[in-house]
């Protein structure tokens, strides 16, 4: 049985930090991603990371904001988020696949997907 796992979210004012963490079992991904969805908006891709080499890649929008790591050992990835913006308040979703660098930030890549955490930044 798959299963990904996110947590960390939570509440937190402009500038702060938040550290995301998801856990994916049963499932031998290549690359796993965060994806973030406002209300009325469509979900996009915030970063991805390639389990065999740790090859990332960022939306513009977090670009040196926003890191993305792993702990192999651990199945973990996460999501580093520093100088958080309320423009970053969405419900933040985990997901795995089996694709390739120039499709790691498109939703259809992925596989399977975790519930979502929320974050909600306040100005």
């Known amino acids: 049985q798959v299963r990904v796992v996110e947590s960390g979210g939570g509440s937190v004012q402009a500038g702060g930090s938040l550290n995301l963490t998801c856990i994916v079992s049963?499932?031998?991904?290549?690359?796993i991603a965060w994806f973030r969805q406002a209300p009325e908006k469509e979900r996009e891709g915030v970063a991805g990371i390639f389990l065999s080499g740790g090859s990332t890649t960022y939306a513009d929008a977090v670009k040196g904001r926003f890191t993305i790591s792993q702990d192999r050992e651990k199945n973990t990835v996460y999501l580093q988020m520093n100088s958080l913006k309320p423009e970053d308040t969405a419900m933040y979703y985990c997901?795995?696949?089996?694709?390739?660098?120039?499709?790691?930030?498109?939703?259809?890549?992925?596989?399977?997907w975790g519930q979502g955490t929320q974050v909600t930044v306040s100005s």
């Open positions: 049963g499932y031998a991904s290549i690359a």
């Open positions: 997901a795995a696949g089996r694709t390739i660098y120039s499709r790691a930030l498109g939703p259809r890549s992925y596989d399977y």
